[in-house]
């Protein structure tokens, strides 16, 4: 990534991936899947018309959609799903 040019500047707490180092499926889903379903609900989780195309509570989406993802997302949010597709590259896969 070359440039960020729309780093949020609204106080964002401290987070980072708890499960880093251990397994990328919990860390998917105790840290990716509930930010995702905050920042994203309504269109890409079930019910939403994106879910049957994009569902982001299936790992291999999102690891797919790899920058794509990152490109949507900002701040701690970003640095989430970037600590997350590292640790799912360099763990076991799915
Ligand atoms: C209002 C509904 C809606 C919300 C909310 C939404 N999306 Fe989407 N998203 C879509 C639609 C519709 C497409 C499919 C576009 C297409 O098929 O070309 C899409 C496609 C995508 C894609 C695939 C690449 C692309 O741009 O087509 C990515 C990545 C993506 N969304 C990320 C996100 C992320 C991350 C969030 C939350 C921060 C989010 N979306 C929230 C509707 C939504």
Known sequence: ML??????????????????GSNPDSAFAVDIV????????????????QYASLPFDDPRVVLRLGDQMLSQLEGEDRTLVADFIRLAAGGEDK
């Open 3 to 20: 440039v960020a040019a729309h780093l949020a500047g609204c106080g964002t707490a401290s987070r980072a991936l708890y499960t880093a």
């Open 34 to 49: 509930p930010m995702l379903e905050l920042r994203c609900e309504g269109c890409h989780f079930p019910g939403g018309p």
